[in-house]
DNA sequence: GTGAAGATTGACTCGTCAGTCAATCTCGCT
DNA sequence: AGCGAGATTGACTGACGAGTCAATCTTCAC
């Protein structure tokens, strides 16, 4: 065989995934060309489909790798022996901290696919909708042990949850929140403190 | 002058713009072609452009349209003599409301636009902001006041909060949450028990 | 060194669709 | 009745961009 090396492939496959990254976060999905991807990735056109079968199999694989790693981080965290408080911390902190890492990665993500259930997002629901389902289990779990309330349904604070931090990390994407290093350790606090906490200054009549 | 009344006119333009609800809602606005909204509306081809410069300017028009009664709605809440919580209560509520009165239409400026800040909500971002604004001005007054905490700022509270019940709408079009008549009004005491209440069992430090 | 498998190239094809426009119709006035 | 402004029609154009493919180059086992 004459086949290069496996390293080398996955290699020239990733120069175009990470060259994906920053054209659909500078331009978006819909708006960019494949040669857009191509020639941020100092590559021909041809080649994209060498490695992809079609454009929208790159954005596939930069969700589905960075969604699985989510989902790892999350059952993780919830095997941690921690409050629940604590693990939603955790959950926050890591989803803040990818941002802060990779905010491109995080933007296309949220933008393209979680925020946009209704073009790419729809094929990708049941995976979205697993971190839910996780987040729902951790919050079932403290409703039975009575760190939570059980006024409020599982699956409904586990979208309240998730929903508050993506609306967070949308508001850095789109400068309306200030998003200065000091605000992302901030906003780990704030969201827990909210949604556990709640706004209220007198406690709750429960 | 042979003008039709304009009575007339405003009925054409009506026909169209909720003939491109229904196609909006189910297709979506990309995948969607100017002749489908013709079709549904019984309407030639050309007719849409008589009426509107671009496929854009219909669904900017169904956003804007909305999304001041929306505005006006948050101002007048806020001008009633009741708690913050009561507030967001009757906000929660009319957003909660808006679905059920017209899912359609919610699904399409919330798809489309509100969540679609990279395509389509770009354009809209400030208008989409003023809402944010408001809320964040409810809970300011009632960090104030003693009323709320000020652990979290304002314009980060009123994120979580827009976000949680645009995530729980989110569910409801997706089909991720069930949206049957009951849940209606259970979501929006939901909202407001989670962001106002907190999840914790007991009671804040503060 | 050589040959073949695989990598790389980019011009081209092909379908799609937003927006245009000239023709036709219809309403409301005199 | 007849006219003219505006309403309505739908075939057509022009741009655009995803995906194809035949040609060329590179690598590596022998």
Redesign the interface.
Known sequence: MATRNPQQAAEKRRLILDAAVRVFARQ?F??CRVSDIADEAGVAYGLVYHYFRSKDEVLDTLFLERWDVLLDAIREVDRREVCA?DKLYAIASFIVDSYRHDPDLMKVII??VT?????FG?SH?AKI?EA?DLIAAI?AK?QAS????D???P???A??F???????L??W??E??PGAPEDFDQ?KA??V????????????A?
Chains 1, 2 share one sequence.
């Open positions: 978006g819909h708006t408080r933008v393209e925020r946009a259930a209704n073009s729809r629901l909708r839910y919050v403290a009575g760190e939570f309330k006024t409020v349904t699956a409904f604070a979208l309240a998730y929903g508050a931090i993506e609306q967070v949308t508001g994407i789109f309306l929140l906003a704030f969201v403190e909210t949604i556990c906490g709640g706004l209220d200054a007198r406690p709750a429960t």
